[in-house]
């Protein structure tokens, strides 16, 4: 049953259902024996629906956050650009997903193959640039807080943004332009039409980049409890209430880190001892709960702030709960 089940979505490798080889049609087409009735053919992988479906989920979550910070000119803090940055991502992950699956079984041609990997390349890829962004941004907040809300903040922000923007799109500008294995399906990496060696590139940064997170959360703990210890030798009867936010804060940055290092692990790892050979089914249990982090990252940066808090309130009921802190978070609680 496992070999039917190939993988209908044009940047998996693998024929479509309905695509076989001609060896394969025509075994299909003689006539079957007196009395037996065809097996009926799997027209929609169910793998791709769950694929769609995650892509909706997405969308839909990540437009909210999207249109929360886009209409309100309170949240202009630069903290709140990059949670903004994460979730336009995030949603052009989304509907990168759903345009994939539209095109595979209703559109097949190598140009919108090459534009919805593209597409969805180039939106994961700025997701993970804008946690990194985040990452860093909590370091400086921490580091330089005398410093932070100045406007070298925000015009370091603007950089950052346009330098993990513009890295994103030449990064999903590369199969378009050229760099890809439709030509020969040998160099296929796990996703097609991405090379192996496309492949490689993109895990090995990734892994460099989650290794740059890691060490600076290092540092953010490290700051923080510091911080906390020097409060609680001037106040010794506030000792344990500062234990207590320092564990908590610890707990959160591993939770956020560990959470990321789930959903993105697998499928990297994978990528890089992997190529077009390999059963698809494969690709997409690791290629899945990549998508999910993009599921997870509005709930972890965004809709824990309480000033994105108050403007959902605000948008679905016109008022905001009393119990909402009117203290604008930093980035470090974000």
């Given at each position: ?5 190939k993988?209908?979505v044009?940047?998996?490798p693998g024929?479509r259902?309905d ?8 075994a299909?087409g003689?006539?079957?024996a ?9 027209l929609?992988?169910?793998?791709d ?10 969308s ?7 249109l929360?910070?886009?209409h309100?000119p309170s949240l202009r803090?630069?903290?709140f650009?990059l949670?903004?940055s994460?979730?336009?991502a995030d949603l ?7 345009v994939?699956?539209?095109?595979a079984?209703l559109?097949?041609s190598e140009a919108?193959?090459l ?5 969805i390349v180039?939106?994961?890829s ?7 962004a ?14 932070y809300?100045s ?6 922000t603007?950089v950052?943004?346009?330098?993990l923007?513009?890295?994103s799109i ?14 020969d ?11 192996k ?8 940064s990734?892994l460099?980049m989650?290794?740059?997170?890691l060490?600076l959360?290092?540092q953010?703990?490290k700051i923080?409890?510091?911080?906390a210890h ?7 009867f ?9 564990r ?18 697998p ?6 001892i992997?190529?077009?050979?390999y059963?698809s089914?494969?690709t ?13 990252n509005p709930?972890?940066?965004a809709?824990?702030n ?8 605000l ?5 905001a709960?009393s ?12």
């Amino acid at each position: 049953m496992s070999d039917d089940l190939k993988a209908n979505v044009s940047w998996l490798p693998g024929e479509r259902v309905d695509g076989s080889p001609a060896e394969n049609v025509s075994a299909a087409g003689s006539s079957p024996a007196p009395g037996a009735e065809p097996e009926p053919e799997l027209l929609v992988n169910p793998w791709d629906i769950v694929l769609c479906t995650s892509g909706t989920l997405i969308s839909c979550e990540n437009a909210v956050v999207v249109l929360i910070i886009f209409h309100n000119p309170s949240l202009r803090a630069p903290m709140f650009l990059l949670i903004g940055s994460l979730a336009l991502a995030d949603l052009l992950a989304g509907l990168g997903l759903i345009v994939n699956f539209v095109f595979a079984y209703l559109l097949q041609s190598e140009a919108t193959k090459l534009v919805t990997i593209g597409l969805i390349v180039a939106s994961f890829s700025a997701s993970v640039g804008s946690l990194l962004a985040i990452t860093v941004d909590r370091y400086l907040s921490l580091y330089y807080a005398l410093t932070y809300n100045s406007e070298r903040t925000v015009t370091f922000t603007y950089v950052m943004l346009v330098l993990l923007w513009g890295a994103s799109i030449c990064i999903g500008l590369l199969p378009v332009m050229g760099w890809n294995c439709l030509r020969d399906e040998s160099t296929c990496s796990v996703i097609r039409p991405l090379t192996k060696n496309n492949a490689a590139v993109l895990s090995v940064s990734f892994l460099l980049m989650f290794a740059l997170m890691l060490q600076l959360y290092i540092q953010i703990c490290k700051i923080v409890m510091r911080h906390a210890h020097q409060i609680a030798l001037q106040h010794h009867f506030l000792a344990t209430s500062h234990y207590v936010t320092t564990r908590k804060g610890v707990s959160t940055l591993a939770i956020i880190l560990g959470t990321f290092a789930a959903c993105w692990m697998p499928f990297t790892l994978y990528s890089l001892i992997a190529d077009y050979t390999y059963p698809s089914i494969y690709t997409y249990a690791t290629l899945l709960p990549a998508t999910y982090n993009s599921i997870i990252n509005p709930v972890i940066y965004a809709f824990r702030n309480q000033e994105i808090q108050k403007a959902l309130w605000l948008i679905c009921c016109g008022c905001a709960p009393s119990n909402l802190s009117q203290r604008a978070r930093s980035p470090s609680d974000v």
